[in-house]
């Protein structure tokens, strides 16, 4: 026991801190802190900076709400910045609840309240952009908390996050919230050098690796579930010290799921017969698991005949088979019904479960709707009724039925939704708020969603561990799957959280095992400056100090650090490569020179079968772009079949020549340049039934049969292979001769060691080419950044937007300042040159939206326009864009991405007060995709707003306006 003296100490240290803002404010969270959290909060209170990294669902954001209460108590202002409008949202109503709408503002790019307040919540472009304008909003600023962080690595938006941390005021305590990184004491290293004194005092980096609530790794095979590790011959959650193996038990039940399936000669999905609706107390088991499972769940022993649900929601898992559909098959996948089934009946709902596809997403409500999938009570199912019915009251009722409103809300008022970027924006903040709530037990998503919006669940379901990344289908990282996984388990509800990722073909469990425990994810800069924000920069500080500015960020301290390890590489090789050339001098002649005749032959060769590849490529899509449907061509072989009959052309020249042809075994496919050896073949024709469609599966076979009875199949030769075999391209041919008799002519030619001594010399010239990139990389990255900013400079000065020396910023600079599109200086000479004086408000919404649109898949080719004087600007443009792109490679700067005209029919028909049935009908985005380009489109049409003359300014406000109404304007807040 402690002593009086003890005691006394303690009770009057703990009146010291409550005394404190920190004392004060913790303890009105009725909640205890983690070390992590009070460390930082008295960092924040003692004056420091800090940076945060934890895992998600581990409490960083209680640090940045103690800046904001620390901000109100001293009179200072704080703003709370995140990456998306979504979450921005999310935290003003959170503040609101908190502090009082009085004290609390939003600013987004389709939000504006309370914008004066002393604690403002906003995007952090909109601080960007306060920035560089002077806003008298700056003054008295004291915080600024930075959610998510981590966000700086976004390819296309990190960029701003530099930029605010590089030129806010030295006085303002930034807040750094970010999730667990590898190299987050580089990134603390960097912040000091930047926000001030550079000593440890002035920046605080606090590191948390530890969950709150643990997360339990799980593999379903079939419809059973099995822990993913094992440690000694017990159960490890993720990330457990110790973890050393996969679980035997669930290796030995894929092994034999996959013979299971290859007796069957194939693999079988389980939704015939499988569960509709709840199923009462019929449990399901779980394999490598046994009833004593329940008791170390829930802390406490328990009879197997007491084990069930819970007052907190929940339940022991029971051992055996009996919930099992019968006749269902090990090797087969769970439907994702059979699998939300299995949770519920587990207890652990609610559930995330990430698809990738949006409308994989869409289909799985589907799919439990078809079922009649019930996971609440009606009684509550109707009350969400009346709250969705409120909430979309300001939607014309004409439009819900477009927007699926009817299956969207069936789902929610049985308890499941899906989550992802095509849908409303409304729908899916009905989804948030209902979900958060504990009102929807079961939610399908895209990785959307793992981006901060705080929505967390008991247990997260992996479908796949393949992703679309925006340019073609890679493996799911281990920052991605940590920053997925992470969203299972709820702090303060759920004793532990847990991840499922289900097996199928090609699921290794030790890949699982490696993303799950891999704890390596290092923060990448993207920082690269734009030509908006050179003038930005030459305004503020002048072109050099400009020049200082850009030295200083992540990017360029990552950069010079990396040329460290590089130079030190290099030393490294250079003294290698004198070893190397000592071993290969030989006693005949110089064998440098020989070994250089041999590598200049070896390289040209390969440059002769670069060459044939090429051309072969080349002649097998000028092939391909000449196939009429009807044409029946010889494939290359393979398990669907070896001829195929065209039932459509080549696609047109931006998705490059892939004709559509059904095989001889039903089977639709796109022929590609890649699918063959070598030209295709045309071996007969067949007539197409003029109702033929390649979506129906009797169609297909129709066709099939008739191909098979009509045309008939070839023998493979050889011809493909023989051809690729023959000679060098004539063009190369000489110079090919001519080193291969010098090379017979060079003394060392002869000599009997030749062949040691050319091992010797291709690896010193392998080595020599790797040390000479090695060197080009030093020289790159070196004032990279800096020079990068230079050349915008020079290309400004001659454009006109900064002064001949690019010392000051000119009128038509000063344009450019207020436009932060990524194809700013379009938009800027566009304004310069009056291209849009002539257009109406829907004409320039329209052309405006070609700027900001970019395609999620290939575009079939150039859409209608809706009127001459669209098409006339469009053309003005696209000349302005190609004369920015000859400017930029003149002055070795990257280019821009394409304007994309694929929307201009839809948002000038929606900018004229067409209805939404009629704008999604004209083109192929969904209804929220279509909302999102649409704020994009407002957004943009703001910038011009500020930035032209009075004739085209009050043009775009008339435009914007005619833009924000119905669905587009619904999920802004009141």
Request: hydrophobic residues 40%; charged residues 25%; contains cysteine.
């Amino acid at each position: 026991m402690s002593t009086p003296a003890e005691r006394y100490a303690a009770s009057r240290a703990r009146q010291r801190w409550e005394s404190t803002p920190a004392g004060r404010f913790t303890g009105t969270l009725g909640f205890a802190l983690d070390p992590f959290q009070l460390e930082a909060i008295e960092a924040v209170q003692g004056g420091a900076g800090v940076l945060v990294a934890a895992p998600t669902g581990a409490g960083k954001t209680v640090v940045g709400e103690f800046a904001v209460a620390l901000a109100l108590e001293t009179g200072r202002k704080a703003f709370y910045t995140t990456p998306i409008k979504a979450l921005s949202n999310q935290k003003y109503h959170d503040l609101v609840a908190r502090h009082g709408a009085d004290n609390v503002g939003l600013l987004t790019g389709d939000s504006s309240i309370n914008g004066e307040a002393p604690v403002v919540v906003m995007t952090t472009e909109v601080l960007r952009n306060m920035m560089y304008a002077s806003s008298p909003t700056l003054d008295g600023l004291g915080f600024v908390v930075m959610d998510e962080v981590h966000y700086l690595a976004d390819r296309w938006r990190g960029a701003v996050w530099e930029e605010v941390i590089i030129h806010l005021p030295e006085s303002v305590q930034v807040i750094s919230l970010s999730a667990t990184v590898s190299n987050a004491e580089e990134f603390g290293d960097w912040l000091r050098q930047v926000r001030g004194r550079g000593d440890a005092g002035s920046l605080r980096v606090i590191v948390s690796e530890h969950r709150p609530v643990p997360l339990w790794q799980h593999m379903m095979v079939g419809q059973r579930m099995y822990d993913l590790f094992v440690t000694d011959g017990t159960r490890a959650p993720s990330g457990a010290d110790g973890t050393t193996r996969v679980n035997p038990e669930l290796l030995q039940a894929i092994s034999a799921a996959e013979r299971s399936s290859r007796s069957e000669g194939g693999w079988r999905r389980e939704d015939a017969g499988g569960p509709r609706g709840r199923r009462g107390d019929r449990r399901g088991g779980r394999g490598g698991r046994d009833d004593r499972r329940g008791a170390r769940h829930h802390g406490r022993d328990q009879r197997p005949a007491e084990r069930g649900r819970r007052d907190d929601g929940a339940r022991a898992y029971s051992g055996g088979d009996a919930g099992f559909a019968r006749g269902s098959l090990p090797g087969g996948v769970a439907s994702r019904t059979q699998v939300i089934d299995r949770l519920d009946r587990e207890a652990l709902l609610p559930a995330i479960t990430f698809i990738f596809s949006r409308a994989g997403c869409d289909a799985a409500v589907q799919q439990l709707l078809g079922r009649g999938t019930r996971l609440i009570p009606e009684e509550q199912g109707q009350t969400i009724r009346a709250l969705v019915a409120e909430r979309v009251a300001e939607v014309d009722p004409a439009d819900l039925g477009v927007l699926g409103y009817h299956d969207f809300v069936e789902g929610l008022s049985r308890g499941y939704a899906a989550h992802h970027a095509g849908m409303l924006p409304l729908f899916r903040e009905i989804v948030e708020e209902l979900f958060t709530a504990g009102q929807v037990r079961s939610v399908f998503a895209t990785e959307t969603l793992a981006l901060g919006i705080n929505m967390p669940a008991r247990t997260v379901v992996l479908e796949k561990l393949v992703k679309f990344n925006g340019e073609e289908h890679a493996p799911v990282t281990p920052a991605e799957y940590t920053q997925l996984t992470g969203r299972a388990g709820r702090r303060g509800i759920d004793v532990e959280g847990h991840a499922v990722v289900l097996w199928r073909r090609g699921v290794d469990p030790m890949d699982v095992a490696g993303l799950a425990s891999t704890r390596t994810y290092p923060l990448r800069s993207s920082f690269r400056p734009s030509s908006n924000m050179a003038v930005n920069l030459v305004a503020q500080y002048g072109r050099e100090r400009a020049h200082e500015l850009l030295q200083s960020s992540f990017a360029q301290f990552q950069a010079d650090r990396s040329v460290v390890g590089l130079t030190t590489q290099v030393r490294h090789n250079l003294e290698a490569l004198e070893g190397y050339a000592a071993s290969m001098v030989c006693d005949r002649g110089d064998f440098r020179e020989y070994g250089r005749l041999r590598h200049e032959l070896s390289e040209l060769e390969k440059k002769a079968a670069g060459t044939r590849q090429a051309q072969r490529r080349s002649h097998i899509g000028e092939a391909l772009e000449t196939l009429e449907p009807g044409q029946v061509v010889q494939l290359d072989g393979g398990r669907h079949g070896t001829m195929a009959v065209v039932v459509k052309g080549a696609r047109g020249r931006s998705a490059g020549p892939e004709p559509t042809v059904v095989t001889s075994h039903g089977r639709v496919q796109r022929l590609t340049v890649a699918g063959f050896r070598d030209v295709p073949e045309v071996i007969g024709s067949l007539k197409i039934p003029s109702h033929f469609t390649e979506r129906s599966p009797k169609a297909r076979k129709d066709l099939a049969a008739a191909l098979r009875s009509t045309v008939r199949e070839p023998i493979p030769g050889r011809r493909g292979r023989d051809e690729q075999a023959s000679g060098i391209p004539a063009g190369v041919e000489t110079q090919v001769e001519d080193l291969r008799a010098r090379l017979a002519a060079h003394p060392c030619h002869s000599c009997p060691e030749r062949e040691d001594h050319a091992r010797w010399a291709a690896r010193w010239w392998k080595l020599r080419k790797e040390t000479d990139d090695l060197q080009r990389r030093v020289s790159h990255r070196t004032g990279t950044l800096a020079a990068t900013f230079e050349r915008i400079c020079d290309l400004l000065s001659e454009a006109g937007y900064l002064s001949e020396d690019g010392q000051e910023v000119t009128p038509e600079g000063q344009r450019l300042r207020r436009i932060y599109t990524e194809l700013d200086l379009v938009v800027a000479e566009a304004l310069r040159r009056g291209t849009w004086r002539r257009l109406t408000p829907a004409d320039l919404a329209s052309v405006v939206s070609a700027l900001v649109h970019e395609a999620r898949k290939d575009d079939p080719g150039d859409p209608p326009t809706p009127s001459v004087e669209v098409a006339e600007a469009l053309g003005e443009m696209q000349a302005i864009w190609t004369q920015v792109q000859q400017a930029k490679l003149a002055h070795n700067l990257t280019g821009d991405r394409e304007m994309d005209p694929g929307i201009t029919w839809m948002v000038h028909r929606w900018a004229s007060g067409r209805g939404l049935e009629e704008v999604l009908r004209s083109g192929d985005l969904s209804a929220g995709d279509f909302v999102r380009r649409a704020k994009q489109v407002v957004d943009l049409l703001g910038q011009i707003a500020q930035a032209a003359d009075e004739e085209v300014a009050a043009t775009a406000r008339r435009a914007s306006s005619a833009m924000l109404r119905g669905v587009v304007a619904a999920d802004r807040l009141d």
